[in-house]
């Protein structure tokens, strides 16, 4: 994993992973929103740690292919080229 995805700081608290229970069929997909903001806040071992999901999971490609295609309609570039980042994470 880069480094520019872990945060080393740890004086300051871990981001606040808001998730549907995980039997809720839309908890895949707030788990990769979750790992796209804590990429985003230098804070994906938050993100790992709260969604139970690693940095470029296979499972939730589909939902970041989705994120990156309206993230790019809508010219939020950071949220593409994260998303991008764990697309090829996924491949390996």
């Known amino acids: ?21 995980e039997d809720s069929p839309y908890y895949a997909e707030a788990a990769a929103w979750a790992l796209i903001h804590g990429a985003d806040g230098g804070d994906t071992r938050s993100a790992e740690k709260a969604t139970g999901y690693v940095w470029g999971e296979v499972m ?3 939902h970041v292919e989705k994120i990156m295609a309206e993230a790019e ?4 570039d950071r949220v593409a080229q994260l998303a991008r980042r764990f697309l090829r994470a996924a491949q390996g």
């Open 1 to 21: 994993m880069s480094r520019a995805f872990v945060k080393e700081d740890d004086s300051e608290p871990p981001q606040d992973f808001r998730l549907p229970d």
């Open 60 to 62: 939730l490609v589909p």
């Open 73 to 76: 309609e809508a010219g939020q």
